[in-house]
């Protein structure tokens, strides 16, 4: 009896700690819309073993329309999400301290698509689409600094309206609905087009936050996932078909309804969206001066009641 319960002892001295460390390296990534190419570093991280290979067991969970990405990481089901600078500045102004481990946008991909070839900049008082999920605040400023007056209409995820004339113009992301509307015949020309990273307002989206008190608890976990990540947007930029064939079961696993086509459209502009203007290189940083300039911007336009610094947002 008393070898029994030895061994029984030495079994769970070996096992805890196993169990243990494998909750350690559990990690939940939620991006914040569903299975797209927009995500595809991410994806090719996975499915190729780089999460693995950097010790983390991680599971990619999309949001669901009652569960946004956001509301996931305030309720510490997901570790990380993807989320706009702008973005990440209101939530922090907010009251959620939040810090950037992995930044891999380096330019704005936000347009003004407007109907019938009119100017953008000549529709004072325009009802123009806007995303129902947000990633307007520089839209928002722009309009307001060039006293455009524009009446903004939500939508929840695609262009009908705009089709359908109800609306003067729409917001678009240059790697998706500006596709979609490319796919459904419309004509795009030098008018009818307004490129926010064109007009001085080149101001970065998509990076990876955490909850920093998340941060602060596993700084080594941030590190792994943020270089296996990057490992993961590298590779995608090396081979691009075969991240399409990745990003084609993820699409396929979360009924998304898209074709290859527009995918591979949207992961050659996300990936040239990656490479700074300046340097020509991959760079997956924030850069100071973006951050003081949205924050600037923000706050004169009344998105922000307080400045948002760089040394808020990065990790340490």
């Not at 819309?33 to 999460?51: D, L, N, P, R």
């Not at 307001?144 to 003067?168: C, H, M, P, Q």
């Not at 691009?240 to 086509?261: A, S």
Request: glycine share 4%; aromatic share 10%.
């Amino acid at each position: 009896m008393k070898e029994k319960l030895l061994i029984l002892s030495l079994l769970l001295t070996v096992c805890l700690p196993i169990a243990a460390q494998q909750a350690n390296n559990k990690f939940v990534f939620t991006p914040q819309w569903t299975a797209h190419a927009q995500f595809a570093g991410y994806y090719v991280a996975k499915e190729k073993g780089f999460y693995k290979q950097a010790g983390l067991d991680v599971d990619i969970i999309h949001p669901s329309v009652s569960q946004t990405a956001m509301n996931r990481l305030q309720n510490r089901e997901s570790q990380a999400t993807t989320l706009q600078l702008c973005q990440a500045m209101e939530i922090i102004d907010n009251g959620i301290s939040l810090v950037n481990i992995l930044q891999t946008s380096m330019n704005n991909g936000t347009v003004i698509v407007s109907r019938r070839d009119k100017d953008p900049l000549t529709q004072r008082g325009a009802r123009v689409g806007m995303w129902h999920a947000g990633f307007s605040q520089i839209p928002i400023c722009m309009s307001k600094k060039e006293r455009l007056n524009y009446k903004w209409i939500r939508f929840t995820s695609n262009v009908d309206l705009f089709l359908k004339g109800a609306i003067d113009g729409t917001l678009a992301m240059s790697y998706n609905e500006y596709y979609q509307l490319m796919q459904m015949g419309f004509t795009f020309t030098e008018k009818n087009v307004y490129r926010f990273c064109d007009h001085g307002y080149n101001i970065q989206e998509d990076g990876v936050y955490m909850r920093r008190d998340y941060y602060e608890a596993h700084k080594d976990q941030a590190r792994k996932f943020a270089q296996a990540s990057k490992k993961g947007w590298e590779w995608a930029a090396e081979h691009q078909e075969e991240t399409l064939d990745i990003v084609m079961k993820y699409v396929r696993e979360n009924h998304i309804t898209t074709n290859r086509v527009l995918q591979r459209l949207m992961l050659k502009e996300v990936l040239r969206l990656q490479v700074d203007q300046k340097s020509k290189k991959r760079e997956y940083r924030l850069r100071p001066d973006m951050v003081k300039f949205a924050s600037k911007l923000m706050k004169e336009c009344q998105l922000l009641k307080n400045e948002v610094t760089y040394n808020q947002l990065i990790a340490d």
